[in-house]
C-alpha cells in the first residue's frame, strides 16, 4: 500500500513553523545529552563536539543515506553542525547545574523523539514510499541517532532494551499515517499522533514500562 | 577488469525461484540467530525485532548504498522487514527448542553466506564493476549482517576470528566469477561455485578449521 | 558562504602527483597500523585483511556515501583494496621489526591525516559545497577510517581522546580554506596548510599536547 502525498496537506504555515521550531530545539537537547555522555566517557573538547554532531543528526543522516534522499539536511543546513557542535561544547559550561534539569532535558528528549519519527516519516512519504518503509523511516530519524551515541561509547545500545522508546516511533508513526491515510485534517493529526507518542513516552518514563524482556541463557553457535 | 553481464545468463526460470526461494529461508534464518543473540544480551522485544531485520538485511543494505544502486531491496519489497521481524519475534516462543535444531541453524547461516554471497555478485556484474568490487560486493552481502549484529551486541565482530566465514565467501565469488569468465553454463557455474562454499564452509565447521590468527603483543601507538 | 572551486588551480601537474603519492603511502600506513591493532585482538588473517582496507579506504568512503558522491573511489580503483589488503597481510609478516619502525609509522599517520583532510576538502570544493560541509567532509576522510578500526576492535574510538587529532584536520581544513579563499597561489596554499598540520599532530604527539578532557560524573538518564 502506497500513501500519496500532497504537500498541502502541511494546511498552515504555522504548523510547518512548529515543526521546524520543535526540531531546532529536540537536536540542541540532543546535542546536549550527547555531551553528558561523552562527559561519562572523558572524551576531550573535540570528542563532545563531535558527539554531540553525530547525535543530533545521525538519525536523518543514515535515513537520507538508506532512501538515498540526497542532498543530506547538514549539508543544505550547515548551521546545524555549527548549532548542535555548539550546543555540546556549551554543556561542558553549564554540565554541573544540568542534573536539576534533568526532567526538562528527558522531556526535551521524548520531545525530539516524536518530532524526529514525524519528520521521518513526511520525508519518506514524500519519496511516496511504502507504509512499511515510511514507519521505518519515522524509527531510523528517531532512535538512531541514540543508536550511535551508544556505539561510540562502546555500550549496548539503549535502544535494545529501554523504556519503550522505539516502540513510542513505531506508534507515532501508526497514528500519523493512519491518519493521514483516513484524511483528516493533517494539523489535528499531527497534534494527535505527537502528544500520544509523548504521552506514551513520558507514562513510560514515569512508571518505568518497558517492552518484556527476551532471555536466552543457551548457546547460540 | 571488467565482466560483462548477459541477463540471459540466467538460463533457466527455476534457477532464479530457486535462488530467491534460498535467499527467503536464509534471511528467516539470519533474523532467527540474530534474535538468539539478542536474547543473550537481554534485549526486549522490539530490540530482538529490530536486531533481526538488521542482522538479516543489513548485508544488503551497506552493499547498496556502497554501490549506490538505489532503491534499497527492503524499499522496494518491504515484506521483507516483516517477514525477518517476524521471523525474530517467532523465535521467542520457540527459542528453548533452538538447541535441538542448532545444526539446522548452522547449516542454513552456510545457505545464507553463500546464497547472499551470489546475489552480492550478481548485483556487482549488473552493474559491470571490476573483478575485485564483484568479490567485495559479494562479501559486503555475506558477512557485514552478521558483523553489524555483532557491534549492536558490543562484541568483537566473530567475522574476523571465524571458522573461515570470510574465506567461504571470497571463495565462491571467485569461483562463480571464474565460472562465467570461462562462459560456462550459468546454471553449473551457480550450483558449483555454492555447492563448494557450502561444503567448505560445514567442513570448517565440522573440524573447527579456521585461518591462522595473528597475534601481536607489542605497542601500537 | 559557498566556496568556487576552480579546477586549474591545481596549478602544477606535479602537485597533483606528490598528493596521489601521499596518499598511496598513507593509505598503505594505516593499513598496516590496522594490522597491528587487529594482531592485538587476535584477529585471524582475513580479519587482519578487512581490517586493513576498512581503516585505510574507510573514511573516504564514508564521506562519499554521505556526500552522495558516487562511484566511490575503490570502486573506480580497486587496486586500491588489493595494495591495502595485501599491506596488511604484509604486516603480519614483519609485525616483529615494526616496533623499532614505531616513529615512522606515527609520521606516516600524521601525513595521512593531513592528506587525506585535504583530499577530503578537495571532494567538497568540487561539489560547491558551503564551508563548514567543507571542514567536515575533511574530517570524515580523516578521521572516520580510525574509528571504524576502533569500533571494529570494540574499544571507545582513539579521536574522541587522542592527542589533538581532529583538531589537526579541523586545523588544516580551515587553513587551506582560507588560503584559498584569499586567492592565494594554490600550491603554495597546500603546502602550508599540510605542514602546520603535520607540525602541530607531531609537536602534539612529542610533548603530548592533548585537548582538554571533559569528565562528568552525574546521571544522564
Known sequence: ??????????????????LQTLFLIAIVAEAMTAALAAGKREMDWVGVCLL????????????????????LTW??????????GGAALFTIAV???MH??????????????????IIGCD????????????????????CVGGVLRDLLCNSIPLLFRAELYATVSVITSLLYIAGLTLDFNHDLVLAVS??????LRLLALRYGWS???FIYGGNIH
Chains 1, 2, 3 share one sequence.
Open 1 to 18: 500500500m502506497k500513501l500519496r502525498y500532497h504537500p498541502r496537506m502541511f494546511s498552515h504555515f504555522e504548523t510547518t513553523v512548529l
Open 211 to 213: 517492552m518484556p524482556k
Open 194 to 199: 505527537m502528544l500520544s507518542g509523548l504521552a
Open 100 to 117: 536539576k534539569l534533568r526532567n526538562i532535558f528527558l522531556f526535551l528528549d521524548a520531545v525530539g523523539l516524536v518530532v524526529f519519527t
Open 75 to 84: 549539508v543544505q543546513h550547515p548551521s546545524y553542525l555549527l548549532l548542535t
Open 123 to 142: 520525508v519518506a512519504l514524500r519519496l511516496e514510499l511504502p507504509v512499511v518503509v515510511v514507519v521505518a523511516s519515522g524509527m531510523l530519524t528517531g
Open 95 to 97: 554540565a554541573r547545574y
Open 52 to 71: 554531540g554532531c553525530i547525535t543530533a543528526l545521525g538519525g536523518g543522516t543514515v535515513r537520507d543515506v538508506v532512501l538515498g534522499n540526497q542532498p
